[in-house]
């Protein structure tokens, strides 16, 4: 029995290990970041597009995703903005990555946990 035990604990650790993997991927060329509802790239994604979202509570499309990003992948050579405002201003963060990927958990890393499930508007833009 104590062997059955202990074997069960063994499963829970290792199951609790594997739900927190990052399931962050490569960000395609075709977008300039990705955001995610949940950290470790989980949850719903919404490509971000060079450009610029606002996220107003008016639109029915983008309002969903109002105060709901948990997560960041950048793509490389690409730098995204994140505000607190839904008009672009207003508390700002951003992310950039170099010559590969990055993967920002915005809960995670103390220079964005402010913005965790508080992005309402994105700037994104990458180098020619």
């Known amino acids: 029995m ?11 650790a290792v199951s609790a290990i594997s739900l ?9 060329s075709n977008v300039c970041a990705m955001v995610y ?11 971000i ?3 610029e979202v606002m996220f107003k509570w008016w639109d029915p499309v983008y309002y969903w995703y109002r105060n709901d990003i948990e997560a960041v992948s950048v ?6 903005t994140g505000f607190d405002d839904s008009s672009l201003n207003g508390e ?14 915005l809960n995670d890393e103390d220079d964005f946990e402010d913005f965790d499930e508080n992005i309402q508007s994105i700037a994104c833009t990458c180098r020619r």
Do not use: N, Y
């Open 20 to 28: 927190r993997r990052s399931k962050c991927v490569t960000v395609p």
């Open 37 to 47: 509802d949940d950290g470790g790239c989980r949850g719903w994604k919404l490509d």
């Open 75 to 80: 793509r490389a050579g690409c730098t995204f």
């Open 49 to 51: 597009q060079e450009g």
């Open 2 to 12: 104590l062997k059955f035990a202990i074997l069960c604990l063994c499963f829970a």
């Open 92 to 105: 700002s963060m951003t992310v950039r990555a170099g010559d590969k990927d990055r993967h920002v958990t």
